[in-house]
Each structure stands twice: as structure tokens, then as C-alpha cells.
């Protein structure tokens, strides 16, 4: 089990950039390491859908096809922090986002994510 917490959200201008950060709290004796940690987004009125995975094992990444280019997940794991950066941020990356943990990456699904932060908004609005 991990405990989640993200933040970093807020509103920006189109074009513009973000930095979201997830910080992980895994239970004693487990490391960032042993986990796939996932970003995921939900627009209003829309489902949510998966952005990225950054696995643990070995640091490999998946990216939502939507996102390519513009976002790039990473690691820290001695700060047990997980990062997405955003960049040229347009409307419809409004949304709150959200990231969750599991054993492994499954592309950008959330298929095999266990564990939940509550989401940091991002408003994209000039």
C-alpha cells in the first residue's frame, strides 16, 4: 500500500507550463522502487483517462499517444516524489489530475493501479 498526495496544480495560460509533483509514502519496508506509479486526468463531464507510467523496476515510461511531446514523467526516488512535466499547456488538458500506484505498468491503464491520491486541479485559461 502507498499513500499518495499530489500537488502542483493551478491555473496557467495556454502555452504555458507545469510541474506536478506525486509524493509517495509507501509502508515500511517497501521502497518507490518496488511500485509503477500512473498519472491520470479527468476533464469535466469526461471520463478519466491515463497519461503516463513510470515503472519502479527499471524507470521505463509509457505516454498517452494525446501527450506525447508535451509531458515527461520522472523519479526521484530518494524523495519518493514522482514528477510530470507539462508543457505548452492548451484547454483541454483542464483537468484534475490524479496519480496512483500499483505493481506494474499496463501502457497508460489503470488496470493494475491499487492506490489513489485525490488529485491536484489544473485550469488552463487565459
Known amino acids: 500500500q502507498v499513500d499518495l498526495v499530489e500537488s502542483g496544480g493551478g491555473l496557467v495560460q495556454p502555452g504555458g507550463s507545469l510541474r506536478l509533483s506525486c509524493s509517495a509514502s509507501p509502508l515500511t519496508g517497501f521502497t518507490l522502487e518496488q511500485f509503477a506509479i500512473g498519472w491520470f486526468r479527468q476533464a469535466p463531464g469526461k471520463e478519466r483517462e491515463g497519461v503516463s507510467c513510470i515503472a519502479g523496476s527499471d524507470g521505463s515510461t509509457t505516454y498517452a499517444d494525446s501527450v506525447k511531446g508535451r509531458f515527461t514523467i520522472s523519479s526521484d526516488n530518494a524523495k519518493n516524489t514522482v514528477y510530470m512535466q507539462i508543457n505548452n499547456l492548451n484547454a483541454e488538458d483542464t483537468a484534475i489530475y490524479y496519480c496512483?500506484?500499483?505493481?506494474?505498468?499496463?501502457?497508460?491503464?489503470?488496470?493494475?493501479?491499487?492506490?489513489w491520491g485525490r488529485g491536484t486541479q489544473v485550469t488552463v485559461s487565459s
Open positions: 496512483a500506484a500499483g505493481p506494474v505498468c499496463y501502457g497508460v491503464s489503470d488496470h493494475y493501479m491499487n492506490d
